[in-house]
């Protein structure tokens, strides 16, 4: 089944314990992005990128760092983590860079950092 | 940067009933795209609209694009306790990534 996969789906941790959240995706699609989905704020994409080894700054990446080694797989990673990032963390894949492609999202990473 | 924004809010329907929800957006855009999230999961892509196109439809339903008045609409036709979700509409404007709305939340009641 074609999917992107998102792990953990929930956490809760304390501030500053680093944390990856990992992504993969089995499409073998070349773009893939992180968001984050907090109220009244709506998605608001924080990394991006078009393929292996390249990534991209969206709207809002302070306080985060991201990777893309193989093409399937585009982890997220906090390393010093403070209660301002808890919120919901979405993965996205399309087949290629463009607007025109339909993006295919994780279900989500609901984090707590207290 | 330029962001698309949901009208209503909130909207509660019978089931039955037509669902219509609005996008604005605030400058030129390449291909506009709603997407649908149910309770606690990932958003699903429902359809996408180039600027050059008028009206689509898929299944259920039809979505409408005016760039002269910035805004697109989606209607459901028929809804169902199903269709219960919160719907986005995302722009874009070329090469730049997708830019989302706040959404609209949908509640059809059986």
């Known amino acids: 089944e074609a999917q992107v996969t998102q792990n953990p789906r929930y956490l809760i941790t304390v501030t500053g314990k680093k944390l990856t959240v990992t992504c993969s995706q089995n499409m073998n699609h070349e773009y893939m992005s992180w968001y984050r989905q907090d109220p009244g704020l709506g998605l608001r994409q924080i990394y991006y990128?078009?393929?292996?080894?390249?990534?991209d700054k969206g709207d809002v990446p302070e306080g985060y760092k991201v990777s893309r080694k193989e093409k399937r797989n585009f982890p997220l990673i906090l390393e010093s983590p403070s209660p301002n990032q808890t919120s919901l963390y979405f993965c996205?894949?399309?087949?290629?860079?463009?607007?025109?492609?339909?993006?295919?999202f994780g279900d989500g990473t609901r984090l707590s950092i207290l | 940067s330029q962001q698309g924004e949901e009208d209503p809010q909130a909207l509660s329907i019978q089931e039955g009933e037509n669902a219509t929800m609005n996008c604005s957006y605030k400058?030129?855009?390449?291909?506009l795209q709603w997407y649908r999230q149910n309770s606690g999961r990932g958003l699903v892509h429902l359809i996408l609209i180039r600027s050059n196109e008028r009206e689509k439809h898929s299944g259920r339903l039809r979505v409408t694009l005016d760039t002269s008045k910035k805004s697109s609409s989606l209607l459901i036709t028929a809804s169902r306790a199903a269709d219960t979700a919160s719907y986005f509409c995302?722009?874009?404007?070329?090469?730049?990534?997708?830019?989302f709305g706040k959404g609209t939340r949908l509640s059809v009641i059986a």
């Open positions: 996205a894949s399309s087949p290629l860079w463009g607007n025109n492609q339909p993006q295919h």
């Open positions: 990128s078009m393929n292996v080894e390249v990534t």
């Open positions: 400058t030129s855009i390449n291909n």
């Open positions: 995302a722009t874009d404007s070329g090469n730049t990534p997708l830019v």
